[in-house]
């Protein structure tokens, strides 16, 4: 069975950068499409970016678009996303999670399979 562990979350200045990490064991995460998620304080889980693994194709929340990049490493079993130019408004916990798909179907419905534990993103001065 597939298991998902985030890391690279931490605190970070506004303006500065990080890159999450979303490491899978288990099964090949090349196979089904791989989503990040996020949930601030007070707030619903919402969708940030996801993967395909038919071509590769990817999405972002308007939000981020520009700002994130998403990316897969099928050799070392992992999705990363880039976050670059951070605002205090991307703090949140992230999550990764395996859709049921390979187009990123679950993602866009807001419906994942299996869900990592999350990490922590704070961006404050």
């Known amino acids: 069975q597939l298991q998902l562990v985030e890391s690279g979350g931490g605190l970070v200045q506004p303006g500065g950068s990080l890159r999450l990490s979303c490491a899978a064991s288990?099964?090949?995460?090349?196979?089904?499409?791989i989503g990040w998620f996020h949930q601030a304080p007070g707030k619903e889980r919402e969708g940030v970016s996801c993967i395909s693994s038919t071509d590769g194709s990817t999405y972002y929340t308007d939000s981020v678009k520009g700002r994130f990049t998403i990316s897969r490493d099928n050799v070392k079993n992992t999705v990363y996303l880039q976050m670059r130019s951070l605002e205090p408004e991307d703090t949140a916990a992230y999550y990764c999670a395996h859709d049921l798909t390979r187009d990123c179907s679950g993602y866009h419905v807001g419906l994942m399979s299996t869900w990592g534990q999350g990490t922590r993103v704070t961006v404050s001065s």
């Open positions: 288990g099964l090949a995460l090349d196979y089904y499409a």
